[in-house]
């Protein structure tokens, strides 16, 4: 069994307009979203372009 992120079986609780619409495998979509978010935090200058999630420099 491979290791996984702690935070994936929280953030993988979908919420009610989530749930609504659905998921196929929130427990992937978390630990996406979870990887890319790390990504940014690592390398906000290399990041910054291509996400709009990762604020400018001021």
Avoid: K
């Avoid at 953030?11 to 989530?18: D, K």
């Avoid at 495998?25 to 990041?47: F, K, M, N, V």
């Amino acid at each position: 069994m491979e290791d996984r992120d702690p935070r994936v079986e929280s953030r993988a609780e979908l919420l009610p307009e989530e749930q609504v619409a659905g998921s196929e495998d929130p427990e992937a979509q978390a630990e996406a979203i979870l990887e890319e978010s790390q990504d940014r935090t690592d390398d906000p200058s290399g990041t910054r372009a291509a996400s709009s999630q990762t604020p400018g420099e001021d």
